[in-house]
């Protein structure tokens, strides 16, 4: 059972959780300054027994990233400073480059994007911070990105070839030692892979084609560090070509994500990625709303 933050915290909050739970209106809270949207925050959407809303997931909507990620960083303060959990927690950056602009997403963004995709699509709940920009953008089909990602356990068999070739169509460079997110490199019955879905690159120990070991290991000195059980690959760039395309190995151009619409012909919202409608909750709704005006002028 999940730990749940003392009476005396949520108490001033009851009216906002009763009106969520009867469904009623739209529950608003004001005269908040400072840091106390994320404590506000960190307490509505915790789970435990006696919120029955706790099996429900949360989208929660700031002006743009920088808010999105103050928000974001406030509300795992307050969590973890009441001795709550984090792991439901996420943030789903903007690309930060200007629409249509011949560049590729930074990596980085990508991963961090990828991992708050991945938790939607396998965790019961999900608690997701994010910025106009970000909402608004269509993305990858949510079939498309679940039947991408490539997933390694212990004993299980891949054929080399088929690595390559789905590490290749996921956006991955080949490079002879990994250092950054989106690269990976062969050297022998081991293959390096920098993972989107993860802060440090995996290390891949074949027999054959048996997976034999899966570990973490430090880019910078090569060296092997946790022992894990299952191990994800995610996209490393958000346009993901069918199998049997024939181009599906060649490199992406820079600007390849533009052109997802025509490769898709259907993208989806970052609102379908949740398995069930999820509670909004609306930092400055005036703002969000001009904010909103702002960025369909800048596409």
């Known amino acids: 059972m999940p730990p749940v933050a003392p009476s005396y915290l949520t108490q001033w909050l009851a009216p906002v959780v009763d009106a969520l739970q009867v469904g009623a209106g739209r529950p608003c809270l004001i005269g908040l300054h400072g840091s106390t949207p994320g404590f506000s925050l960190s307490l ?37 400073l009441c001795g709550l959990p984090v792991q439901d927690l996420a943030l789903f950056p903007q690309w930060e480059i200007l629409p249509y602009e011949s560049t590729a997403p930074p990596v980085d963004l990508v991963a961090r994007r990828m991992q708050a995709l991945h938790q939607l699509a396998t965790a019961s709940r999900t608690v997701l911070f994010t910025s106009v920009p970000a909402v608004i953008q269509r993305i990858l089909p949510a079939e498309v990105f679940t039947t991408a990602s490539l997933q390694f356990e212990p004993d299980g068999n891949v054929e080399r070839e088929a ?34 879905a993860y802060a440090e690159p995996l290390r891949i120990e074949f027999l054959g084609d048996t997976v034999e070991s899966l570990r973490f290991f430090d880019p910078a000195t090569q060296k092997s560090t946790d022992k894990i059980k299952q191990a994800w690959v995610l996209p490393a760039r958000e346009f993901v070509r069918p199998p049997d395309a024939v181009d599906a190995l060649k490199p992406l151009a820079a600007d390849a994500e533009w052109h997802a619409p025509s490769l898709y012909g259907r993208m989806d919202t970052l609102l379908d990625y949740f398995p069930q ?7 400055q709704p005036d703002v969000l709303r001009d904010q909103t005006a702002v960025s369909w002028k800048a596409i």
């Open 163 to 196: 690595l390559v070739s789905g590490l290749l169509r996921l956006g991955y460079r080949q490079s002879s030692v990994v250092e950054i997110p989106g690269e990976f490199s062969l050297r022998g019955g081991i293959v390096d892979i920098f993972s989107t």
């Open 277 to 283: 409608p999820p509670l909004l909750a609306l930092d």
């Open 44 to 80: 509505l959407t915790q789970g435990g027994p006696s919120n029955q809303l706790a099996a429900r997931s949360w989208l929660v909507i700031a002006k743009d990233d920088d808010e999105a990620d103050r928000l974001y960083r406030d509300t795992v303060f307050f969590r973890k």
